[in-house]
């Protein structure tokens, strides 16, 4: 045989095998990713379905979870729709087995929600339940007496306080118009209707108008203690987080300073007149840090803002919280401040926030 002819069929014999090689590993199964579903047959029936306790509070502990219970003829993929009568709070448990009990975890409600809104305390709630491939699907409700009990830190809810201790502009300036809480169905001050919260049925609502007698930029603020909840803050400022749900009308001539202080000396007194007395857990801004975020208030509605404290800025007033040590030490935070700010200044401006949270490790996350 001539070498020409070997070498061809060499070559011939190599493509072969390649191509075998190729064919085999394209043909190789994957390996299984993510949940399996089932369709529900024809024939398909549902023996039953009720909701385990047709009134429940989340707020107890030892009655923090409700159960689903249900029979089907087969086994199929369904999803269970719980959604707030007032909220509009939604929550979906989903699952795949031919009966619903308290035997998994995962299909246990524990008053959390998906979406935006919270469930309201004493509301109806409808749980629907639906399948994959099917029309079939029944209804039941729940009334929840008590709201769930978030692990995280919440400064303030609104609804039993009357919000954020306020402080004005300095003397001689535009004090704010507003400085309370807002309950839904209110009106705003440009008679816009205020819809809806996203915690419980009150927020927080400031407006000024900058172009008062001295503008300056300032249109009021307030502060919030929390050195009860100290003991509980990490050493690192990157494992604390400070979260809030705020308000926008799209006006990027609104902002919102939204931060903490801490106490950096533990004296009792502040630098220069007036001397004030404080006490090792009380914020001098003439000698203490405050750390800030300026969130600009260009979006529409509500929306949820979350920031690792690490990243936060030192106030830029050496006399309002810009001359402490420059050094985020969460277990030294005193309050969580808000400061309404006009950008140009001179203008109308306003702020509605709800929830503000503390959280460790990772920013607020409702559904946990």
């Not at 307030?222 to 400022?237: E, H, I, K, M």
Request: glycine share 10%; proline share 6%.
């Amino acid at each position: 045989m001539e070498k020409s002819t070997i070498f061809k069929s060499i070559k011939t014999l190599s493509l072969v095998i390649v191509a075998i090689g190729f064919m085999a590993v394209k043909c190789k199964r994957p390996e299984s990713v993510g949940p399996s579903y089932k369709i529900a047959p024809e024939g398909f029936t549902v023996s039953s379905y009720t909701v385990g306790n047709p009134t429940v509070n989340f707020s107890v502990p030892a009655n923090n979870k409700d159960t689903f219970y249900a029979a089907f003829s087969h086994e199929v993929s369904w999803s269970i729709i719980l959604t707030g009568r007032q909220s509009g709070a939604v929550k979906t448990i989903t699952g795949t087995s031919q009966t619903i009990d308290g035997s998994n975890p995962a299909w246990l409600w524990d008053g959390s929600h998906d979406g935006l809104y919270f469930f309201i305390k004493n509301e109806v709630v409808d749980a629907k339940i639906t399948f994959l491939g099917s029309n079939l699907e029944y209804t039941d409700s729940v009334t929840v007496t008590g709201t769930k009990v978030f692990k995280d830190i919440v400064v303030t809810d609104f609804e039993t306080t009357a919000g954020f201790i306020s402080y004005n502009d300095a003397p001689g300036g535009d004090n704010p118009s507003s400085a309370a809480t807002i309950t839904d169905g209110a009106t705003m001050a440009d008679g816009e209707i205020f819809k809806k919260s996203v915690q419980g049925i009150k927020s927080f609502y400031w407006y000024s108008n900058d172009g008062g007698p001295r503008p300056n930029f300032f249109g009021g603020g307030g502060a919030r203690s929390v050195t009860t909840f100290r003991a509980q803050f990490p050493n690192d400022p990157d494992s604390l987080y400070l979260n809030v749900y705020i308000y926008g009308k799209g006006d990027p001539n609104s902002r919102l300073n939204f931060g903490a202080r801490e106490d950096d000396n533990d004296t009792d007194v502040d630098v220069g007149p007036p001397l004030v007395n404080y006490n090792a857990t009380t914020h001098a801004p003439k000698s203490d840090d405050e750390f800030q975020v300026q969130i600009t208030l260009d979006h529409v509605g509500w929306k949820l803002f979350s920031f690792k404290y690490s990243d936060l800025t030192p106030s830029a007033s050496k006399d309002n919280g810009g001359n402490g040590n420059g050094v985020k030490e969460p277990k030294r935070i005193t309050d969580i401040t808000f400061g309404l700010i006009s950008s140009p200044k001179g203008n109308f401006v306003e702020a509605i926030v709800d929830f503000p949270v503390i959280t460790f490790g990772g920013p607020f996350d409702p559904r946990k």
